[in-house]
Nanobody
């Protein structure tokens, strides 16, 4: 098991920046994928960015060029740097740790952190 705690959310004006951090309760070296997801009111949770244990990344089209995900296997953290924020980025952001399995992946989630972007 792994517990995840997010931090760094808040209120920011459009065009501003925030950095979200996800701290894991154990080593993340063996965690296959670390990711950030978000859920806006009335919408489904969506993937924002993921980073694999080898360092490769994937981003949602809506955040490409603005957000950067990183992981530190020594500090056991996964961060999301968000630049050029837009009002449509407003959501609760969740950290995810995923162990890839043959039949069903094993997922762990943080409690979420609110990001609000004002226009």
């Amino acid at each position: 098991q792994v517990q995840l705690v997010e931090s760094g959310g808040g209120l920011v004006q459009a065009g501003g920046s925030l950095r979200l951090s996800c701290a894991a309760s154990r080593s993340i070296i063996s965690i296959d994928v670390m990711g950030w997801y978000r859920q806006a009111p009335g919408k489904e949770r969506e993937s924002v960015a993921v980073i694999y244990s080898g360092g490769s990344t994937n981003y949602a089209d809506s955040v490409k060029g603005r957000f950067t995900i990183s992981r530190d296997n020594y500090k056991n953290t996964a961060d999301l740097q968000m630049n050029s924020l837009k009002p449509e980025d407003t959501a609760v952001y969740y950290c995810n740790a995923r162990f890839l399995r043959l039949y069903q992946n094993e997922d762990y989630w943080g409690q979420g952190t609110q990001v609000t972007v004002s226009s």
